[in-house]
C-alpha cells in the first residue's frame, strides 16, 4: 500500500486502584492513533476494498452512511490517498448550508456528496438502486456501508496480529460487527471475545457476526447493555466518564463506540465478572472526529 498508517499503532497499559484490587489487567490497542480522521477499525475494513477497487480499473469509491459517520469520513480520506474519487450516500437529505462537520471533512477531502431520503437509503443493498448508481458514477467501485463486506472482514482480520498473545479477553465496541467477525476469524481461538453493542437491541447482532465467522468456535459474547439509550445517545454519566478516563489516563474516548465499551469493561470489573489474573485487551477503534458533536463537554486537552 502506498501509504502506512499502521506505525502508529501501540498499546497503552492502564493502571488504577480497581483493577488492582480485581486482580486485572488492562491494555487498549491505540488504533485511534492511526489517523485522527480515520477511525482505525474502518481503515482495516477498507484496506482490502482499497486493493480490489485497483485491481479492477475503478477509478472512485463509492459508499453509502450517516451524517455523522465514520466510514464516510474514512472512505474520503482513503481515496483521497489513493488517487481515487469519492461519492459518499448520505442518509437524509441535508441542505449544504448545515453540513455536520464529518460532511464537510468528507468534502474538503474531495468526497461527492449525494444526499437521499432516509426511505430511498433503506434500498441500499436493492440491485435496481446499485444499478442506477453504477450508471450515475461509471468505474466506481461500491463498498456496502460500513465496510460490511467479505474484503472488510478480511482486512479487519490483520488487526488480530497487533494482539499480544498474553490476552486471555479481547473487547471491541461493535456497529456493523465486521469487525469483530474479522478479528475472531484471525485470533487464537482460545482467546475469548466481548463485543459491546453500540445500538439499543443488539441482540440481533450475535446471528448476524456468526454468519461472518469461519469458525463455529463460541469462545465469544455480545454485551447488549451499555447502549445508553441507543445509537450515539449520552448522558452527562457517559461523559463524566469519559472526562475522568482521559483525566486518569490520558486516553481520549469516543461518545459513540468506545466510551460505551469501556464503560462497560469497568462495570463488568467491578462486579466481578473477569477471574483473577484476566488480562484484558481493549481495542480502541477509533471514531473520535464523532466527538465533535458533544466537544463543548469534553475537557480532552
Ligand atoms: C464503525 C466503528 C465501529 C464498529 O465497527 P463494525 O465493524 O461496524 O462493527 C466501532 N468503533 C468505531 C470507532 C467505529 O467507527
Known amino acids: 500500500m502506498a501509504i502506512d498508517l499502521q506505525e502508529k499503532i501501540r498499546i497503552d497499559i ?10 486485572v489487567q488492562l491494555s487498549i490497542l ?14 482495516f475494513k477498507l484496506k482490502e476494498n482499497i486493493k480490489d477497487a485497483i485491481a479492477t480499473g475503478s477509478r472512485s469509491l463509492l459508499t453509502f452512511g450517516g451524517a455523522y459517520s465514520n466510514h464516510l469520513s ?5 481515496a483521497q490517498a489513493f488517487g481515487l474519487g469519492a461519492v459518499g450516500v448520505v442518509r437524509g437529505l441535508h441542505g449544504k448550508e448545515n453540513l455536520t462537520e464529518t460532511l464537510k471533512q468528507c468534502e474538503a477531502m474531495g468526497m461527492q456528496l449525494q444526499f437521499v431520503s432516509r426511505n430511498d437509503y433503506a434500498q441500499k443493498e436493492s440491485s435496481s438502486f446499485l444499478t442506477s448508481l453504477r450508471i450515475q458514477y461509471p468505474d466506481t467501485y461500491i463498498i456496502p456501508e460500513g465496510g460490511d463486506n467479505e474484503a472488510g472482514i478480511k482486512g479487519a482480520g490483520e488487526i488480530a496480529d497487533y494482539i499480544p498473545e498474553t490476552a486471555t479477553y479481547v473487547a471491541l465496541p461493535v456497529g456493523t460487527g465486521t469487525t469483530f467477525a474479522g478479528i475472531r476469524n484471525s485470533l487464537n481461538s482460545r482467546v475469548n471475545m466481548l463485543g ?3 445500538v439499543k437491541g443488539g441482540e440481533y447482532l450475535a446471528g448476524e457476526i456468526r454468519e461472518k465467522l469461519h469458525t463455529d468456535d463460541e469462545h465469544w459474547q455480545l454485551i447488549t447493555s451499555h447502549h445508553f439509550g441507543g445509537f450515539a445517545r449520552y448522558n452527562p454519566e457517559l461523559i463524566a466518564f469519559m472526562n475522568e478516563f482521559y483525566k486518569l489516563h490520558k486516553v481520549p474516548l469516543d461518545m459513540v463506540y468506545t466510551a460505551k465499551m469501556m ?5 463488568m470489573v467491578q462486579r466481578d465478572f473477569f477471574p483473577k489474573g484476566t488480562n484484558i485487551v481493549c481495542i480502541h477503534t477509533g471514531g473520535l472526529q464523532g466527538n465533535s458533536a458533544v466537544s463543548q463537554y469534553l475537557q480532552y486537552s
Open 74 to 78: 474514512a472512505t474520503a480520506f482513503a
Open 196 to 198: 459491546f453493542t453500540a
Open 263 to 267: 464503560y462497560g469493561i469497568y462495570d
Open 14 to 23: 492502564i493502571e488504577d486502584e480497581l483493577l488492582r484490587l480485581k486482580g
Open 30 to 43: 491505540r488504533l485511534d492513533e492511526i489517523h485522527p480522521l480515520v477511525s482505525g477499525n474502518k481503515w
